[in-house]
């Protein structure tokens, strides 16, 4: 008997589940399904993307709807249209038997006419981003008072994107009897509301723990000085030459940069951000699902509702600020049973965060060094030989084989190998034999410790934990302000009411000339020089607890700019030593990437999505 069958599902969907080839269950699919054929129940389950959760929801809907009524029996929400669409076209593929059925998906950037007349040819099943659908209830335009199913599919996802108010909203236009499911991958306390108040007594199934990793993905982690973090993604890139990725950025600003980088260096990488407009994220997901991208780079928010199986590598090129928003960048690969890898390119201050999330994940990371210049032309050798190796012969060269023939009749057959791949090997090579070996900055070199003292200035900023800030809220809070770059600031050390920070000494008078005058929310935000002195004479802090003024570190309003930075002295500050700054990889050398073997095939061009940074 099939498995699925056995599961208590109706002939017609058991048929549509060997059209597909699903032959066993998952584990959410096995826990879930009996217990929402059996009765009309709310429920929660946990479980990790990937793990088959839309089918999980989907049969047990198709069986229990009435498929000869036209009335909307089934809603589900989704956080993103990417989602939305994925779903809409599995639960077709599920209820390809079910004739008369008709599922619909509502979600923006499309026109809202079209989506309305298809609810109104009669809808059993609406699948909706939470957006379009508040709007197309506001609009009278589709009526979900008498459904009997509702799915929050990836809540967390869709709370963590902002869609609380509206979730609540469209809910409350549902009848109270109907039965709820919510899916999540993690249980933050706004899910937990959710339930508590949409929900009676729900059955919980957990797939795992609560928050916990996938078990077929694997995590590592690569310790680099902050300058070095671009060469490392390369190197990362160059020791997988079958890499296919997605690059998670904290922000928009620093994905665009990252992708035009990548792409300038010969790579097939490509960027995915809420600047882009509608049509240029479909050209962009439709040239990475056909592998025409191997590298997307990507903001969480953009990246959410991403649903691709053969992802090989996430990548985190900067850690989240949330350990659940990790969870899911890590659940973008090892998805279908198959095995993934998580690497984080982190600074020797980002550590302690590792073993944070290790806390929560339950998984371990594997510490390792970034690969050097040698093992990565080793690597990239082997790949290639591979590849030839296993490459079918073309019987339309066999014209010009005579001429080729000819051309290496004084040549032997070692000679030949030795000429054909010293040509791929001598590029990397080249490139790579006068690199700087990161690992030598990996094991004891803390965030651009190895900047020079004379090149560097260090800043006073009277904002801290109390206003909260944490280093790398501050950090993104001073470079977006400042449109300086991500390396450009370094150091950052966040006080309760307080906090200090470096930038190279080029940028001194453009901080100072930015912030005379500058006020947040009506306050004036004060920054300062802090003189440079040794740490053992200033180990006790000095004046440190005093600079603030004793106004929770506004310094009274005075002393602002840099007519005024003499008030409130800042001679107590320590300033850190810090050792001679390395050479990164030459920009000015040329990528190894950058020959006609490894440019994209059509994939460079459209994933560029040009914007102008500001």
């Known amino acids: 008997m099939n498995a699925f069958k056995e599961l208590g599902l109706e002939d017609h969907l058991v048929q549509a589940i060997t059209d597909l080839g699903f032959e066993t269950p998952s584990e959410v699919q096995e826990k879930t399904i009996p217990l929402l054929l059996d009765e009309d129940r709310d429920l929660v389950a946990l479980a990790q993307t990937g793990t088959g959760k839309t089918a999980a929801f989907g049969f047990p809907m198709l069986q229990k709807i009435d498929i000869n009524s036209r009335t ?6 989704s956080p993103t249209r990417e989602l ?13 038997h079910c004739k008369g059925l008709n599922v619909t998906a509502i979600y923006g950037g499309a026109s809202i006419t079209d989506q309305a007349n298809q609810v109104k040819r009669g809808a059993q099943i609406i699948v909706a981003t939470p957006g379009r659908m508040k709007d197309m209830i506001s609009r009278r335009l589709v009526d979900i008072s008498k459904i009997e ?10 709370l963590n994107m902002g869609f609380f108010e509206d979730i609540t909203e469209i809910l409350s236009y549902t009848p109270e009897e109907k039965s709820t499911w919510l899916f999540s991958a993690t249980m933050p306390k706004e899910v937990s509301l959710i339930a508590k108040k949409f929900m009676d007594s729900p059955t919980e199934v957990t797939v795992g723990h609560k928050n916990m990793g996938s078990k077929n993905v694997s995590h590592e982690y690569f310790v680099v000085g902050a300058r070095d973090r671009y060469q490392a993604l390369k190197r990362l890139a160059d020791a997988n030459p079958e890499i296919f990725s997605v690059i998670f950025c904290r922000t928009k600003r620093d994905t665009q940069k ?17 600047d882009l407009s509608q049509n240029q994220r479909d050209v962009v997901m439709k040239s990475f699902r056909a592998k025409q991208i191997q590298m997307l780079v990507a903001t969480d928010v953009a990246a959410r509702g991403i649903d691709v199986d053969d992802i090989t590598h996430v990548i985190n090129y900067q850690l989240p600020d949330e350990i659940e928003i990790y969870t899911h960048r890590s ?9 993934g890898i998580s690497m984080v390119i982190a600074s020797k201050s980002e550590v302690r965060k590792i073993k944070s999330i290790e806390r929560i994940i339950q998984k371990e990371f594997i510490k390792k060094e970034v690969p050097n210049g040698m093992e990565i032309c080793e690597v990239q050798l082997k790949a290639l030989a591979s590849k030839i190796h296993d490459t079918e012969i073309n019987q339309e060269i066999e014209p010009y084989l005579n001429d080729i023939n ?6 032997t057959k070692d000679e030949l190998i030795k000429k054909f791949f010293s040509a791929e090997f001598t590029r990397f090579f080249n490139y790579y034999k006068k690199s700087k070996d990161l690992k030598s900055q990996s094991g004891s070199t803390s965030d651009d410790n190895y900047r020079s003292d004379n090149n560097s200035a260090r800043f006073f900023i009277n904002i801290g934990s109390k206003d909260g800030y944490d280093w790398m809220k501050l950090k993104d809070f001073l470079r977006d302000t400042l449109q300086l770059n991500q390396d450009d600031l370094y150091k950052v050390d966040v006080k309760d009411s307080f906090a200090f920070f470096n930038t190279d000494a080029a940028h ?18 004060n920054v300062e020089v802090t003189e440079k002195k040794s740490r ?12 603030s003024g004793g106004e929770g570190g506004y310094g009274g309003g005075r002393g602002r700019g840099r007519n005024d930075r003499s008030k409130g002295s800042s001679s107590g500050f320590k300033s850190e030593s810090r050792g001679r700054r390395s050479d990164s990889d030459s920009s000015s050398s040329r990528s190894p990437r950058r020959s006609s073997d490894f440019k994209p095939s059509g994939g460079g061009d459209f994933s560029r999505a040009r914007k102008s940074r500001r």
């Open 258 to 274: 990252v992708a035009e980088q990548l792409i300038e260096d010969g790579y097939n990488a490509g960027a995915l951000h809420g």
């Open 406 to 411: 000819s051309l290496f009749e004084d040549v």
């Open 331 to 339: 659940g973008r690969t090892g998805r279908a049973g198959k095995t």
């Open 508 to 525: 001194k008078d453009k901080v100072l000339e930015f912030f005379t005058d500058f006020k947040q929310d009506g306050r004036f935000i």
């Open 149 to 158: 199913y509702a799915v929050l599919d990836e809540a967390d996802e869709m």
């Open 536 to 547: 053992d004479r200033n180990r006790g802090g000095g004046g440190g607890g005093r600079r």
């Open 72 to 77: 909307t029996q089934g809603l589900i929400l």
């Open 84 to 96: 939305c669409l994925q779903i809409t076209n599995e639960m077709k593929l599920y209820g390809k």
